[in-house]
């Protein structure tokens, strides 16, 4: 019995859905790759996979492995962090967002889009990167509290966080900052 990476995609979702953070679409399909993995170790030992996940501490030991990936990156230097603000404005413009000033450090303010949620008096969303963090959301306000983005540090990494701000910009992805997500 084989489980398929859709299955797998789908079980890794289902675990990143119950966190506050943000799950680039890579890295689902990183964490389904290496659950694929941990079944099929568990076919070569003579377990069945149902039976080798049945309480899901495969799935979840995929997830967890792959986000804490990119939650806890290696350090960058300032260069490389300039780089990747960059590659963030470019593709939030590609997403046709509008950039705003932003009273976060080393962040990237975005405006909100006419018809999406709003978080009271904030201005939008801002997502910042240090040299030692992951990409992180917060609201386009001095005081905040922030949810990771877990997505490579990368140019594809930046459009695809620039994706997911923009799908919690219109209310198409769970927003982080909602208690009932």
């Not at 806890?72 to 470019?90: A, V, W």
């Not at 990409?135 to 509290?145: I, K, V």
């Not at 983005?149 to 198409?172: K, S, W, Y």
């Amino acid at each position: 019995m084989s489980t398929s990476t859709t299955d797998s995609q789908t079980r890794v979702r289902r675990i990143y859905d119950g966190h506050a953070g943000l799950y680039a679409p890579s890295v689902v399909t990183e964490a389904a790759a290496l659950l694929d993995a941990y079944l099929a170790t568990a076919d070569q030992h003579g377990l069945d996979q149902k039976a080798a996940d049945f309480d899901g501490w495969l799935a979840l030991a995929a997830a967890e492995a792959v986000s804490r990936k990119y939650s806890r990156p290696t350090e960058r230097n300032s260069g490389e962090l300039y780089e990747l603000l960059n590659h963030l404005r470019t593709a939030l413009a590609a997403e046709g967002l509008e950039v705003v000033t932003t009273p976060v450090r080393m962040g990237v303010g975005i405006a909100p889009v006419p018809g999406g949620p709003t978080w009271g008096t904030a201005g939008g969303l801002a997502v910042a990167l240090y040299t030692d963090s992951s990409w992180e959301l917060m609201l386009n306000s001095a005081h905040t509290t922030s949810h990771t983005i877990h997505a490579p540090a990368t140019e594809a990494g930046a459009a695809e966080v620039a994706q997911l701000v923009h799908g919690v910009l219109r209310g198409d992805v769970a927003d982080p900052f909602r208690k009932n997500r």
